[in-house]
């Protein structure tokens, strides 16, 4: 674990919290970042869908092998065997005690599931952190995306642009845009993020655990307004 930068935060550590969350949001608030900050500076398990997959196949368990054909293929994982691994995270003698999830649960059947495997553990959450962004700025955000298709290099028309048009800085060729950037399929993506996540938000909203952060500005400004929500978190936790 990364130890946090000079003039970070103080640490939730130092308050006796021992905290675990879920960081909500749509594609492309950064809950991914956030998730490794806290991971870093807080001393939290950042548990990630991703690197549960990952870790399964890499240790090749029966539910990795199950995965595998999904991920080698390029498929959505089913939502039956991503609850199954979580359990799996959850029921091993090294489970985590503090932890912040990102990207799981994604929907209202797999929070009343995840539900069931902290009581089983006799793990509560403390709080449920939404990143709560306007569309129209997530689409700013996604669709202002280029890169290179020889150097690989990454831009932003608004915040990091190239010095000519669409051209490379470092080798001028032309910039391209990925089909998940391109505004059709971001207008998508949030169309079933709102589909699929109003009822897990809602679910965790009637169990007084959903705080809402901004996630508007930048990662440092985020971050604070994240742990002074924790801060205010019941204390129990």
Not at 16 to 40: N, Y
Request: proline share 6%.
């Amino acid at each position: 674990m990364s130890e946090a930068p000079e003039g970070a935060l103080p640490s939730l550590l130092a308050h006796g919290f021992v905290m675990r969350l879920i960081l909500v949001g749509p594609p492309g608030t950064g809950k991914g970042t956030q998730a490794k900050l806290l991971s870093e500076r807080q001393g939290l398990t950042h548990i990630g869908t991703g690197d549960i997959l990952r870790e399964a196949i890499r240790l090749g368990t029966p539910l990795g092998k199950r995965a595998r054909p999904y991920v080698d293929s390029g498929q959505l994982v089913p939502d039956d065997l991503v609850n199954d691994l979580i359990a799996e995270r959850f029921q091993r003698a090294d489970r985590p005690h503090r932890f912040v999830m990102d990207g799981y649960p994604r929907t209202r059947s797999q929070a009343d599931i995840f539900d069931r495997v902290l009581e089983q553990q006799g793990i509560t959450l403390c709080a449920v952190v939404l990143l709560a962004t306007p569309d129209e700025e997530i689409i700013r955000r996604l669709t202002g995306r280029w890169s290179c298709p020889k150097c690989k290099a990454t831009y932003h028309l608004l915040s990091k642009p190239p010095k000519n048009d669409k051209l490379c800085d470092t080798c001028q060729s032309e910039l391209f845009q990925r089909v998940d950037d391109q505004e059709a399929t971001v207008r998508e993506r949030m169309r079933l993020y709102h589909a699929t996540t109003g009822g897990m938000v809602e679910h965790y909203r009637q169990k007084g655990l959903l705080q809402e952060a901004p996630g508007q500005g930048d990662i440092e400004t985020i971050f604070a307004r994240i742990v002074e929500i924790l801060k205010q978190a019941d204390s129990s936790c």
